[in-house]
């Protein structure tokens, strides 16, 4: 009996000790495990030199206006509106582009102060960019209400010479147009269409 019990108590021992080991490899295998770490920084040798900016277009540019002669052409009219044929042409030895609508307005000199309220912009054409090879010619019209300054202007003044910004540019060309006009700055009495191609 005594026996028994001592082989009883060895096995359940051995069985304990069993278990625990199967215990230990189990939890061991669920273990983070430590690993070397390693900081690896990579410099990029450039096998050229770097790229530059994109270059500019080499298409036209926009006429300038040192580049424009600015004509006024023959007046025509109909139904009280008179219309003035504004032609710009290339005097630069390359060609140029214009876009959009120039600024019009009258003035009493060339560089003097401006009568009356600029010209508005009128449509059609819608705008395009026109090409202008040296010497060739681009135009916009410029249409002024002889009935507006006859039955709306207050003070009406005779103007001979119209200021025109080409489109995009800061600083005017003058050209003289002999007519009658109205130095109210709240009446707009004339529009200009778009710059366009053509003879």
């Not at 600029?118 to 705008?127: G, H, I, L, Y």
Request: hydrophobic content about 40%.
């Amino acid at each position: 009996m005594r026996a028994s019990a001592i082989t009883g108590q060895r096995l359940l021992a051995v069985c304990g000790l069993t278990s625990l080991a199967l215990l230990a490899a189990g939890c061991g295998s669920s273990a983070p495990t430590a690993t070397p770490t390693r900081t690896v920084t990579v410099t990029a040798t450039p096998t050229s030199a770097p790229a530059s900016a994109s270059p500019a277009s080499s298409g036209p540019q926009p006429c300038a206006t040192t580049s424009l002669k600015l004509a006024v052409g023959q007046s025509n009219g109909a139904a009280g509106t008179i219309f003035y044929p504004l032609d710009f042409t290339n005097t630069a030895s390359s060609a140029c582009t214009m876009y959009g609508y120039p600024g019009v307005a009258f003035v009493t000199s060339p560089g003097g102060s401006v009568i009356g309220a600029p010209a508005s912009r009128r449509s059609p054409p819608v705008p395009a960019v026109v090409t202008l090879a040296p010497g060739a010619t681009a135009h916009a019209t410029l249409a002024v209400s002889d009935v507006l300054i006859g039955n709306n202007c207050v003070h009406k003044v005779q103007v001979r010479w119209v200021q025109v910004y080409p489109p995009d540019q800061f600083s005017a060309l003058f050209a003289g147009l002999s007519r009658p006009g109205c130095a109210d700055k709240t009446l707009v009495t004339m529009g200009v269409t778009t710059v366009t191609s053509g003879p």
